[in-house]
């Protein structure tokens, strides 16, 4: 059994060292789709948070049982079959969010951070190791997604969960919305940002470069 | 048939993918490295949309839309909402036979993708085309002509980034910019582009 260090670093490595978003290119287009506004960010992030924990779970559970040529449809049906049931509540309870998310809650299914740790830790480990794994990964995402949809809802619309935070200046107030920041561009420049300042701050993320010039590998000499 | 080329363009440029509707990122982001992979990833594209949207558009014609089972005297049966676990059984049978053909004939390409061509399965664009074909009621030629169309705006978006990731290669960037966070960056950029595209909608 794991101890309790290792159950930690599990949970808490893909918040920053390992984030699933900045780092290992996983679950990005929905992190960029459903940012405009803050609530529907939180509602995404919750839905993938609880998947991802669920289906990590029930695949770990029947890993050996699994043949490995068809498993991949079998971890597929059962994301699908968590995410159904996910988008029937939503339906029900949160009609207006569901609307807004569209078919992005549909698209949970094919988040690749789903499948991408299913295959990469569930499938080799047992279920509680797994579940923490997959719910420190869907709370890195969270981070994300929140960061960025607070900025976006904020300078785009001077609002925070549909609450006005800076006066526009229509209204009397002095804040001039920047609509660029609900178009797609600005979500793809402040997620390039992030990724620039996460790696400022933790340097050892920074990847290799293809190519140095001759001179300049000489002169880091 | 001018509706049709209509709507291939739509689907390539005005509606492309990646760079507006945020759908495909991750392979989008992750194959782009080299020009090569990128223009492979991009072939695979257009060929499992084009297969699995119009055979989508069947099955869920057939078996799942409400009154589909009318033939066999159950005109109340409602079956659309198994369409997304029916979708994805067929988009993972279509990657798979995919997986298996480029292993036999062309392994350097198979070898280039990696993981990741298991997880064109779970590519979203994939998986959104057919979602988009329900939600806007296309027809068979339709469907055929917007999966091509997405596969190809996809192809051409991944194309041109890879190209520009190429070049630079060869530039002086800042550490912590290097690799994902200048792909962010130009992807940002191309979308800017991409977004003059709109008025082009006017126009048809």
Request: negative net charge; contains cysteine.
């Amino acid at each position: 059994m794991a101890t309790k260090s290792e159950i930690w670093r599990v949970l808490t490595d893909p918040l920053v060292r390992q984030n699933p978003v900045t780092l290992q290119i996983l679950g990005i287009c929905s992190a960029l789709a459903v940012t405009t506004t803050l609530a529907t960010a939180v509602t995404m992030s919750i839905s993938l948070t609880v998947v991802l924990t669920l289906a990590a779970g029930l695949i770990s559970t029947i890993r050996r049982h699994i043949p490995e040529t068809v498993r991949l449809i079998v971890q597929i049906v059962i994301v699908a079959s968590l995410v159904i049931v996910i988008d029937q509540l939503l339906k029900a309870y949160f009609a207006e969010v569901s609307r807004a998310l569209s078919v992005y809650v549909g698209l949970i299914t094919t988040n690749c951070l789903v499948l991408g740790r299913t295959e990469a830790y569930a499938r080799h480990h047992a279920p509680v190791p797994a579940m923490i794994d997959a719910f420190g990964n869907g709370l890195g995402y969270s981070l994300v997604l929140v960061l960025i949809g607070a900025l976006r809802e904020l300078f785009g619309k001077g609002e925070l969960f549909g609450y006005e935070m800076l006066p526009l200046a229509d209204a009397g107030g002095w804040f001039e919305p920047l609509s660029l920041m609900l178009l797609a561009p600005s979500a793809f420049f402040l997620l390039g940002f992030l990724v620039w300042a996460v790696r400022s701050w933790r340097p050892e993320q920074v990847e290799a470069p293809d190519y140095t010039p001759p001179g300049r590998a000489e002169a880091a000499e | 048939m001018t509706d049709l080329w209509r709507l291939f363009l739509h689907a390539a440029f005005v509606d492309n993918m990646p760079l507006i509707l945020f759908l495909g990122l991750c392979t989008f982001l992750a194959l782009s490295k080299r020009a090569d992979a990128a223009f492979g990833l991009g072939v695979a594209m257009t060929g499992v949309l084009g297969i699995t949207v119009p055979l989508n558009y069947l099955i869920y014609v057939t078996l799942l839309a409400p009154g589909a089972w009318g033939w066999a005297g159950l005109p109340e049966l409602d079956l659309s909402y198994l369409s997304l676990i029916a979708f994805i059984g067929v988009i993972a049978a279509a990657v798979q036979v995919l997986e298996m053909i480029l292993d036999r004939f062309f392994p350097n390409i198979h070898a280039s993708f990696g993981v990741f061509l298991p997880l064109l399965t779970v590519q979203c664009a994939i998986l959104a085309g057919s979602l988009f074909m329900v939600e806007r009621s296309y027809t068979l030629a339709e469907s055929a002509v917007f999966g091509l169309g997405s596969g190809v705006g996809f192809a051409l978006a991944v194309g041109m980034l890879g190209a520009i990731r190429t070049r630079l290669a060869y530039a002086d960037l800042p550490d912590g910019l290097r690799g994902l966070g200048i792909a962010f960056l130009l992807t940002g950029l191309m979308s800017l582009g991409f977004a003059s595209f709109a008025q082009m909608a006017a126009t048809l």
